[in-house]
């Protein structure tokens, strides 16, 4: 079983960042790819952005060019940084990793923008 512990959500204003955190643990036994998906009340959960175990990453449309994906080189620990924020990135943000057979997801934290 993998363990997958979120930190970072928080509540914020419009224009503001955020940095949110996720470190694996349990029966991890290589790198895997990982990544972020949010849920806004109301709405499907969507992919926020992911990064290979190799490194490369992908992001939502929505969130180009002001959220970062990035990971401890080597290890299952992965992070968001979350830049102009509106009140459109309100939502709980849920991190994944992707076993062979299985992808794996946090229990969610909290990130509000609002003024």
């Known amino acids: 079983q993998v363990q997958l512990v979120e930190s970072g959500g928080g509540l914020v204003q419009p224009g503001g960042s955020l940095r949110l955190s996720c470190a694996a643990s349990g029966s991890v036994h290589r790198i895997y790819d990982m990544g972020w998906y949010r849920q806004a009340p109301g709405k499907q959960r969507e992919l926020v952005a992911d990064?290979?175990?190799?490194?490369?990453?992908n992001y939502a449309d929505s969130v180009k060019g002001r959220f970062t994906i990035s990971r401890d080189r080597g290890k299952n620990t992965v992070w968001l940084q979350m830049n102009s924020l509106t009140a459109e990135d309100t939502a709980v943000y849920y991190c994944?990793?992707?076993?062979?057979?299985?992808?794996?997801w946090g229990q969610g934290t909290q990130v509000a923008v609002s003024s």
């Open positions: 994944t990793l992707d076993a062979v057979f299985t992808k794996y």
């Open positions: 990064i290979t175990s190799g490194g490369s990453t």
